[in-house]
Structures are given as C-alpha cells and as structure tokens.
C-alpha cells in the first residue's frame, strides 16, 4: 500500500508540475528581448503595457521603423509589430522591402513575431510566408461574439486556469470583438485559437498562430482600444501576457497543438484540450489519493 501510494504521489505532482509549465506557455522558454517596432500607442485608442504584474519578467524596448534592420533585430527574441502605431500609420508598407524580409529572416530563424493591427483599414500580409488577408470594420465603438475554439496556452475556457480567458467579458463589455479584425482568406500553415464575429457580421480567425521555420508567429486582430486603462475583467492585457509567454524555438505541441487549422470551412465548436484532459487526470488522481490516506 505505501509503495502504490508513493507513485501516486509521484504521478500526481509530476502531472501538477507539468500543467502548470503547460499552462503558464512554458515560461523557462518564454520572450525576453521585446522590440516593439514604433511604440506601444496604438493611434486609434490604446497602449500595450510594458510594466506591472508578469509584464514585469520581460524587458521592452521601442524600435523606429527605420531601424528595423538584421543587425538591430539580433538583439531581441520576440518583436511586436504593432503596425497601428503612430510610426507604422497602420500600413505595412512604411517598412521597407529589406526590413520585411530581415523580420521574415529573424521569424524563421527561431524568433516570435506578434502582429496587432488594431481599427486599421486593411493591411499587407502578402509579404509574410504565412500571407493572409482581414475584414476590418474599423472603429465602430460595437460589441461582438467570440469564442476560444482551442484552449491552449494563448487562453483557455478552464475556470481558474492560470490562462483563463473572459471570452464573455471581452465580447460583451467592450468593442474589441465588435471592431476586431478577423483573416478571410488565409495560408494553411495558420492555427485557430479565437474565432469572432465582428459588427461586419463576418465571422473568422481573430486570434491565430503559426510555427514558421523555428519561430512562431501570432496574429491578433482585437480592438485594443481600452487596453489597459478601461478594459473590466484584464482580458487584453492577459492575451498580451500570454503571448510573450508563450514557449517558442520550438514551440511545443503540448502548448499550442494546432488542432484547427484556419483553412476550412465553419469555425467548429471548442475542442476539448490536453490542458483539460490533464487537469482533470491530476484532479482525479489527487481525490484517490486523499481517499487512500483516509482508508
């Protein structure tokens, strides 16, 4: 009896310790460097924190348009395309030739590209090795309907998970849904986490991530607008958070197993996920443990 209890107490903490990594986007291979190409102002409304809370674990630094370049790329390992910023005018054509295809170069190479392109017009991805293009419905100030359709470590449906997401808070108490920007043709290395349906009344990929040579390449699509100040349940800074959590260089199957692929037809409904399968395992596992120490 000791010895089966033993391993079970091996396996429980084990499963626990290994959610946990799981859930927190493998934080020993998290971003470190940020480069936020511009600034963190988005020039609709908006700002993407660099401090307080786990921001805190990651140091940002801000990169003129025309300094992004292979040499100055080098010393960071995630960059943060924020092409809404005042310095990219929310199109991609304020980069150059050269520094779309050094950014392509440090993606491949096993860096993280974060593109956000809040309440702007339609922009250029055709540059990307992932091109796709967005319905955008702009700032309309309007509500919408979203939901995770994959939960992995970008945010989960699983109440009290360390990556938890306010799908409902984010849909129905702010216009980050309403004005998002969701893809409408699409590569089909693209991976479904959040899917929305904007004021447009288009329903598409908002939130979406892709494995590109060594690196990983995430999309959101989200009105930023009430980011930080004004959005009630966090929900934005959160996504924030876990994509510079994230693991990447590789990035594991366990963390983001790409289980829905953009390309096809209607958006089905949330699958369940390892990180659900596995919390209720350890769940289990723990409540016979505690019943074999009450026997």
């Not at 080098?74 to 295809?101: H, P, Q, Y």
């Not at 700032?139 to 992995?152: C, H, K, P, Q």
């Not at 009105?223 to 590789?250: H, R, S």
Request: charged residues 15%; hydrophobic residues 45%; contains cysteine.
């Amino acid at each position: 009896m000791k010895k089966m209890f033993g391993r079970l107490v091996v396996a429980t903490v084990s499963g626990i310790v290994a959610l946990c990594i799981a859930q927190q986007g493998l934080a020993l291979s998290s971003s470190s460097k940020v480069a936020i190409i511009s600034s963190p102002g988005v020039i609709k409304g908006g700002s993407f924190p660099t401090s307080g809370g786990d921001l805190d674990a990651f140091m940002f630094s801000n990169l003129a348009v025309a300094d992004v370049n292979a040499t100055n790329l080098a010393a960071f390992d995630t960059v943060l395309l924020n092409v809404a910023s005042s310095g990219m005018g929310c199109t991609t054509s304020s980069l150059s030739a050269d520094a779309k295809a050094d950014l392509v170069s440090f993606l491949t190479a096993g860096g993280k590209l974060i593109i956000y392109d809040s309440e702007c017009p339609s922009a250029d991805y055709n540059w990307l090795p992932t091109p796709f293009t967005t319905n955008n419905p702009g700032a309309a100030g309007a509500s919408g309907t979203a939901e995770i359709v994959e939960n992995d470590a970008l945010g989960t449906t699983i109440g009290g998970a360390p990556a938890f997401i306010d799908v409902r808070a984010l849909s129905e108490d702010t216009d980050a849904v309403g004005d998002a920007n969701v893809m409408t043709t699409r590569d089909r290395a693209w991976c479904l986490h959040m899917s929305a349906t904007n004021v447009n009344v288009v329903t598409g990929p908002t939130h979406t991530y892709a494995r590109v040579g060594k690196g990983l390449l995430i999309y959101n699509g989200l009105d930023v607008d009430v980011m930080p100040c004004c959005d009630p349940a966090n929900t934005l800074t959160k996504l924030w958070t876990l994509e510079l959590q994230v693991a990447f260089n590789p990035t594991p199957r366990e963390a983001l197993p790409c289980r829905v692929p953009v390309v096809g037809g209607a958006v089905p409904a949330p699958a369940a996920s390892p990180f659900a399968l596995a919390t209720m395992g350890g769940l289990l596992l723990l409540a016979g443990v505690r019943r074999m120490r009450r026997f």
